[in-house]
């Protein structure tokens, strides 16, 4: 299947820094890339949707200024947790796909911890 | 309404015995996908098996199967000959296909703990 990488897999940052999470598609081209938060023990929550070389669209009670998303190509996408709050500390996942398929594909992950 | 609706918070099973993992939808949208995901504790999303709405035959992946009920809406997950390895969190995705947003929905996820 293809491959989605994510980095930092990994973070501890203070409250009040900008934290980044980059999402790659190693092996094709992603048209659409999604962002999940998921808490402990609980199931993903999709918080934005981004299309290569559009704004992404969040879904209600996500933060857009708070959570930048920006999709620059078809192999990355970013994610900001900006000004940081140990409230963000979660479970970030992103997903890749190509235009016209039901298929997804997960990287791996990133535990963001904020102290 | 939820979309996705796993009514199994957990659910435990011996070692090399079959498990089903349950799974309704609901959509108006005659195109969608069905798939189920394993979750280790690890975090990773690893992608089980794949069910097309108009597919005909249930889908299998080797100790996996689909049982697809389309006049149901259900899609519940087989796993055959259980294994330790196999114990994790489930998850039950659908994506619709209405207007080109195959925007994913995900299920609460199933707790399958397998016993020696």
């Known amino acids: 299947g293809a491959v989605v990488s994510q980095h930092p897999s990994r973070v501890i940052c203070k409250s009040g820094t900008s934290v980044k999470i980059e999402c790659r598609s190693l092996d094709f081209q992603a048209t659409t890339m999604f962002w999940y938060r998921q808490f402990p023990k609980k199931s993903l929550m999709l918080m934005a949707t981004s299309n290569e070389g559009s704004k992404a669209t969040y879904e209600q009670g996500v933060e857009k200024d708070k959570f930048l998303i920006n999709h620059a190509s078809l192999t990355l996408s970013t994610l900001t947790v900006t000004s940081a709050h140990p409230e963000d500390s979660s479970f970030y996942i992103c997903s890749a796909s190509s235009s016209g398929q039901y298929e997804q594909y997960f990287g791996p992950g990133t535990r963001l911890t904020v102290t | 309404a939820q979309k996705i609706t796993q009514t199994q918070p957990g659910m435990f099973v011996q070692e090399k015995e079959a498990v089903t993992l349950d799974c309704t939808y609901d959509?108006?949208?005659?195109?969608?996908?069905l798939f189920w995901y394993k979750q280790p504790s690890s975090g990773e999303m690893i992608f089980l098996i794949y069910q097309g709405s108009y597919d005909q035959q249930n889908a299998t992946e080797g100790r996996y199967s689909l049982n697809f009920q389309k006049a149901r809406k259900s899609a519940n997950l087989v796993i055959s000959a259980s294994q330790l390895g196999d114990s994790a969190m489930y998850f039950c995705?659908?994506?619709?296909?209405?207007?080109?947003?195959?925007?994913?929905?995900f299920g609460r996820g199933t707790s399958l703990i397998v016993h020696p």
């Open positions: 959509t108006s949208d005659p195109s969608y996908g």
């Open positions: 995705a659908m994506r619709e296909g209405g207007g080109g947003s195959y925007i994913p929905t």
